[in-house]
T-cell receptor
């Protein structure tokens, strides 16, 4: 069974640009969550999608958005990139929203210069 | 407000000895706790969990202890192996919307180094 797949693995963007990251959850999993990992803040919850609906949102500005498709694949978008957005972005999938155990992808390392 | 805290950023242990990683929490509504292991450039991997109705859960070399009155949990690894060297995160799900969804609240992690 394939795990959680995130693409791309690495990205370098310039301040002011926008970026789209992709996540394919484990087959059959309908819940996808996104987390940001930075050295200073650790792992911070961004948002969760279930059946194409955003079910939960963390404390991030509106520049961070996401969506989920009917096949459960998810994308997150960051607009007007800032230097502080440089981080490892992790996607996690669960069978359903209430599952406590989440399976993580390898992450996308975003560097904003 | 850090609801899950790991106060030791790093820990060094000799191979074969016990590793004890600690985690404290402040939110008494947490009813489940998880430990994740993370290697550099990889996503966290689920290791072991414990429900708040238990005080101990064991899985092979890994045991998690929960002390609800102290709002403290610990992960014991016995015996420690060099391959255990990684960052360990403690996490708890924060329930929302009557439990219909939850998000994981993570500690800041402890870097474990197991010396051969």
């Amino acid at each position: 069974k394939a795990g959680v797949t995130q693409t791309p693995r690495y990205l370098i963007k310039t301040r002011g640009q926008q970026v789209t990251l992709s996540c394919s959850p484990i087959s059959g999993h309908r819940s996808v969550s996104w987390y940001q990992q930075t050295p200073g803040q650790g792992l911070q919850f961004l948002f969760e999608y279930f059946s194409e609906t955003q079910r939960n949102k963390g404390n991030f500005p509106g520049r961070f958005s996401g969506r989920q498709f009917s096949n459960s694949r998810s994308e997150m978008n960051v607009s007007t990139l800032e230097l502080g957005d440089s981080a490892l972005y992790l996607c996690a999938s669960s069978l359903i929203s209430t599952n406590t155990e989440a399976f993580f992808g390898q992450g996308t390392r975003l560097t904003v210069v | 407000d850090q609801q899950v805290k790991q106060n030791s950023p790093s820990l060094s242990v000799q191979e074969g000895r016990i590793s004890i990683l600690n985690c404290d929490y402040t939110n008494s509504m947490f009813d489940y706790f998880l430990w994740y292991k993370k290697y550099p450039a990889e996503g966290p991997t689920f290791l072991i969990s414990i429900s708040s109705i238990k005080d101990k859960n064991e899985d092979g070399r890994f045991t998690v202890f929960l002390n609800k009155s102290a709002k403290h949990l610990s992960l014991h690894i016995v015996p420690s192996q060099p391959g255990d060297s990684a960052v360990y995160f403690c996490a708890a799900p924060l329930r929302s919307y009557g439990g219909a969804t939850n998000k994981l609240i993570f500690g800041t992690g402890t870097l474990l180094a197991v010396q051969p």
